[in-house]
């Protein structure tokens, strides 16, 4: 059975800091492409970023250089720094792991990331 579980959200003071975590089980980790989504109260989900199976990494225009994604595929996990956040990046925050060739698409349930003074 496949679970990707979400951790490390919570409330931050604009240009604080935080690390999202995405622990995943019940699949080959390293054949998928593994993102982070995010979706703003009244806004539809938006890609933040994602790091491809072959290790290539892309961002949205809005988080280039303030957010990294990386892995541990040891521990099966994909992280999201998220440094000099800002009010915008107020969001619920969705793992995903994705693999066209096997048409498969995982979802966690989500972390919520408040930043606000």
């Known amino acids: 059975q496949v679970h990707l579980v979400e951790s490390g959200g919570g409330l931050v003071q604009p240009g604080g800091s935080l690390r999202l975590s995405c622990a995943a089980s019940?699949?080959?980790?390293?054949?998928?492409?593994m993102s982070w989504y995010r979706q703003a109260p009244g806004k539809e989900r938006e890609l933040v970023a994602t790091?491809?199976?072959?290790?290539?990494?892309n961002y949205a225009d809005s988080v280039k250089g303030r957010f990294t994604i990386s892995t541990n595929n040891a521990e099966n996990t994909v992280y999201l720094q998220m440094n000099s956040l800002k009010s915008e990046d107020t969001a619920l925050y969705y793992c995903n792991a994705g693999n066209n060739v096997l048409r498969r698409d995982y979802w966690g349930k989500g972390t919520l990331v408040i930043v606000s003074s």
């Open positions: 019940g699949f080959t980790f390293i054949a998928y492409a």
């Open positions: 790091t491809s199976a072959g290790g290539g990494t």
